[in-house]
């Protein structure tokens, strides 16, 4: 059990975060992990240019190896578009 001035001191924390950080408190509150919107767009963008570049190069130089990685990337690329989807529903 924590004590009165142990409760006061988390309570001072608590409004700081809500001060300071609105979105980071409401995500703690609701127990939802905070996610940069900005860094998954470009995490599915690299997947997708990377798949495209390396299809290109395995046509270009008749490579299984650079055509089997870029059917992986797509797949990765696919695989990130649908999680990202699910999260957003």
Do not use: N, Q, Y
């Not at 980071?24 to 599915?44: K, N």
């Not at 870029?70 to 990202?84: D, K």
């Amino acid at each position: 059990m924590l004590s009165h001035h142990d409760r006061r001191e988390l309570e001072k924390i608590e409004r700081w975060f809500e001060a300071s950080d609105p979105e980071l408190a409401a995500a703690l509150r609701e127990g939802r992990p905070t996610r940069s919107r900005r860094f998954l767009t470009t995490l599915l963008v690299t997947f997708d240019v990377t798949a495209g570049v390396l299809l290109v190069a395995g046509l270009a130089t008749a490579s299984p190896a650079l055509t089997l990685c870029a059917l992986l990337a797509a797949a990765g690329g696919v695989t990130a578009h649908l999680v990202r989807g699910h999260h957003r529903r």
